[in-house]
Every structure is written in structure tokens, then in C-alpha cells.
């Protein structure tokens, strides 16, 4: 009998030891077969930011979806950017939208449909534009009178500002954030455009791309007769990423794609400084600038008078499709500033152009 019972020991021992490293076998297994790629690219940009004492990195993307209406244009485009980012995206993507009462119960049946069939996870936020505006109110009384074309016009809406007073909107903890118009359309990966950040200059504070129409030549029209200068000029290189401040040339900015340094704005006393009524005046006055494209209009003042605070993207990253001044007075040049030799990773359908993917 106590034979019997030593062999039944023995067996449950056995089995029990038999169960412990298949189990460990398992797991091994399937890590290594399920391991994910996105976990791979992950850890390479937390290694890079290490310099930066950066510890939260989340893919932060941010919207404005506002004055939307059942049958507006607005409504289709947000939805195609929404599932096109999610398409052709590796990594887990939380997207800030500021919206009004009515457009907020529009995006959230389009996210919710979305996230219904959509492969890849993701997370959305909701932001009241009346305590956003609010929140930056007196930027937006500091800068309307320059560069809105008339007071109560489109781009007189704080609307249009709302970048350059995010880092008060953002919540504390978020570090960087990616801000972009609905009229895009992604080629490539939505990380490619967060690796951007690894590039900044040690002062940078925002990243975008030019402006590849000659906007800018005709704003500073009074400037450039009087002043020998390349602002307002085509680049000439056929790379526009230079230690200089100004290489061959500076055609503006476009703020439909913009990469913010939250934490860096946060902290910086020098862009306190230039939000200034006194400053923005003196910057206004200086280039003899007067606007009326919100806040691409001030990120172009930055870049003449303080190149350091912007980082220079890649033409790519915001390739602007739009034409109308090739018929309206700038032929002669035109291609030479809507020129892009770089891989296109977004495509802007500005001024309504239709984008042919």
C-alpha cells in the first residue's frame, strides 16, 4: 500500500514538473513569435530622448473640428485623416480634438464607428473650444490685428491660433504633441514624422515645414525693395536642413503640420517674451508684415527674427498641393518654390485641392 501511495507521489511530481516547463516553454514561445514591432521602434526613440530626461512618450495628435455640419466638407475629411493615420500607423495613437457641442457629438460617432473595424487601438479626448479660447485669450487679442485679413473673418477666429498657445491646453504631463489640418493625407507612418523630434536643435520649440508657394515673397513685398534680403526667397538648395540659420533663401512656413516641444515651450522664457503685445508690434513693424494666415503668419516672423525656435522640417512631411498663386501673379517663380525633391510622408490638400493618393 505505501508502495502504491509512493507511486502516486512520484507522478504528481512528475506531471507537475512536466506542466512548469511546458508553461515556461509557452510563454518564451510566444513572445518571441508575437513579439511586436512597435515595441522594437518604441524603445529606440525612449533611448533617444534619454539626453532630454524625457520619460513619457505618447503619440500625441491634435485637432480642430469645429462649425461642423452634417453634409460639411469637414465632417468627410476628418473621418478619411482619422482612418488613413490609423492605416498606415505602428503605434498607439491618442488624439486631442477641440471641438464645440455640436461637432463634439458628430466626432464621436465617427470615432466610435471607427474604432468599430479599425485594426489598430487607439484613444480619443474631447476639449470645449469656448475655455480653450478662454485659456488663450490674450494671444489671441495680441495677434488677431496683425494677421487676419479683417476682424470677424475666417482666420480671425482663435481658431487659428490655437497652436501657439497648445502648451496651455495640453495636459502638464504631455511633453510633445503633433498638431495638424484635416486636409492631410499619410503616406508613410505617423512615427516618421514623431522621430522629427530626435532632430531639434537644442532651443527648438516647434517644427514645420515651408511654405512652397510664394506667399511670403508677396507679404514682404515693401520690405524687400527697401532691405537686401533672401526672406521671402525660394530655397536654392536641394536640401533645406542646414546649421545655417537661413540656407539659400527662406520661403516661410506652413502650419498645417506642426511638431511641438510642450515641455521646452513651457519652460521657455524667450517665447513668453515674443508673445508680447510690445514684441510682436516691434517684429510686425520691423519686416513690414502684415498677414492674414493666423498663426503660419507669426511661426514665418519667428523664423526671421528667431531661427533658432523653430526646427526646419523636410519639405515631405507637409507637401503642400495648392496652386492658386501660380495663376495669380507669381508664375514666372512659382515652381521653384513648390519644388520638393524629399520622400513625401504627407500630402496637404490646401485650398481645397483634391489629393490624389
Known sequence: MNRIKLLIVINLITVAIVFFFYDTFKIK???KKFSSINESINALYLKNFAEENVTRIDYNVWLIYTKVGVDSPLKFKFQN???????VSTVFIKFHVIVDSNSRKIALAQFTNV????????KWYFYD???VSNIMLDIVEVLTPHF???PGTYYSDALFYISLGLYRVAPADQDIAVMLDCDLYFKDDILLLFKEFDWFKSDALFGLAPELTPVYRHVLHKYRLSTNTTFGSYYNSTSIISH???PNGFQGYNSGVVLLN???????KVYSKVLSKSVVDYLVQKYMFKGHLGDQDFYTLLGYEYPNLIQTLEC???RQLCTWWKYHGYSDVFDKYFKCKHPIIVLHGNCNTKILS
Not at 485623416?81 to 492605416?87: D, F, K, Q, R, S
Not at 474604432?115 to 487607439?122: G, I, L, M, R, T
Open 316 to 318: 515631405g512631411f507637409n
Open 262 to 268: 510642450l515641455r521646452r515651450i513651457r519652460e521657455s
Open 29 to 31: 514561445h510566444q513572445n
Open 244 to 246: 545655417l540659420p537661413h
Open 148 to 150: 487676419s485679413s479683417k
Open 129 to 131: 473650444i469656448n475655455e
Open 81 to 87: 485623416l482619422i482612418e488613413n493615420i490609423l492605416n
Open 115 to 122: 474604432s468599430s473595424h479599425s485594426k489598430n487601438p487607439f
